[in-house]
């Protein structure tokens, strides 16, 4: 029998707590070599673009692949979201898939979730910290959910060039998390926060890098493809550059990319992966005035993680449709 969860379902277990150890979990198991992880697979049909992300973590037991697209046309066209997603969970004794679920909420509390990990590990230790995050869309708001989880934070601010989304985000989130929440008249007023996140759809810098203050801990999520960046170059060179992964960086990242083809970083720039700072491999911030920079891609091991997390609590909790497929 194979378990159909919706995405009401997958709300309904999914928190970012739970999340964020999940995802701890699986970039130790990377750090540690019980992980595989294939690069993604993409593939371009006329209408948009379709990416499979397998992975598998053994000490987990969590062995998953999640199909998702990026389909621009879909709002106007059929009405549907531009981003679907759905995870295939197996069974790693029968190889059988024992779980389809909804992918969208799952992305965007893992994506959040590495965020909230890259925090506590990475920023200032005190209290009272402000955060500024850039974007107000879906991704933002996990952001917030996954930084506010991993530290003690007094406000945050929010800079977004659509108001509507702006207001959105206030709206929610102050209810959601009950901080208080400003919207920044201009993205400036961010580069003031202990924690900066961007998570932005735009593809060239978003803030001025040599205004960045000692000691900021920067979360970035948004582009994710060679050419495209959220950062400038000067606040690479000014940051202590821990990613992901190293080969999704330096594949797909343009953040990091850009500036290494200008030639105002080398390749030793990167310093780490968060897998090795979680596992103390290497050490993380050292002191209170360097820039911390965690750059996300998003990895397939997160939604592996993250859905055999959401499978156990749905069969804990006795939700979903059993299908003899
Ligand atoms: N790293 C990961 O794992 C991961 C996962 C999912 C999505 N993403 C990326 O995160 C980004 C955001 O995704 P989303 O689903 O939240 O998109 P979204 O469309 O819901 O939100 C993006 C927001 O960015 C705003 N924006 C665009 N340019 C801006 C600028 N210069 N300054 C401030 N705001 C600006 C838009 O107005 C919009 O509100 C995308 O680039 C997406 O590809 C990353």
């Not at 499979?52 to 969590?62: D, I």
């Not at 800079?159 to 985000?169: K, L, P």
């Not at 992966?273 to 091991?301: H, V």
């Amino acid at each position: 029998m194979t378990l159909i969860l919706n995405r009401e379902n997958v709300i309904s277990v999914l928190n970012m707590k739970d999340c964020m150890d999940a995802v701890e979990h699986a970039f130790a198991e990377l750090a540690n070599n019980t992980a595989v992880l294939p690069l993604r697979i993409g593939i371009t049909p006329p209408d948009g673009l379709a990416l499979y992300m397998p992975a598998y973590l053994k000490e987990m037991g969590a062995l998953a692949c999640k199909v998702v697209t990026v389909y621009k046309n879909n709002p106007s066209k059929h009405n549907l979201p531009t981003t679907i997603g759905k995870v295939l969970l197996q069974d790693p004794e029968t190889g059988d898939v024992i779980c389809i679920m909804d992918g969208g909420y799952l992305t965007a509390v893992r994506t959040g979730a590495v965020s909230g990990v890259a925090t506590k590990y990475l920023a200032r230790k005190e209290k009272n910290q402000v955060v500024g995050i850039f974007g107000s869309g879906v991704q933002a708001k996990m952001q917030l959910w996954g930084v506010a989880e991993a530290t003690n934070i007094s406000k945050a601010l929010v800079y977004d060039i659509s108001e509507n989304a702006m207001n959105t985000f206030v709206e929610e989130m102050s209810k959601k998390l009950k901080i208080e929440i400003i919207k920044a008249k201009n993205p400036e007023l961010l580069l003031d926060a202990d924690i900066i996140c961007t998570a932005t759809s735009s593809s060239t810098p978003i803030f001025d890098g040599t205004k960045v203050k000692p000691g900021t801990h920067i979360n970035a999520i948004g582009s994710h493809t060679p050419n495209a960046r959220e950062l400038d170059t000067e606040i690479i060179k000014r940051s202590k550059f821990v990613g992901d992964s190293k080969i999704a960086c330096f594949s797909e990242a343009g953040d990091i990319m850009i500036p290494l083809k200008e030639g105002a970083i080398q390749e030793s720039h990167f310093y780490a992966e968060l897998g090795e700072i979680i596992t103390g491999k290497k050490k993380g911030r050292i002191n209170e005035n360097e820039i911390t920079l965690f750059k996300s891609n998003g990895l397939a091991i997160q939604d592996v993680a993250t859905a055999k997390l959401i499978f156990d609590k749905a069969v804990k909790a006795g939700i979903g449709n059993k299908v003899n497929i």
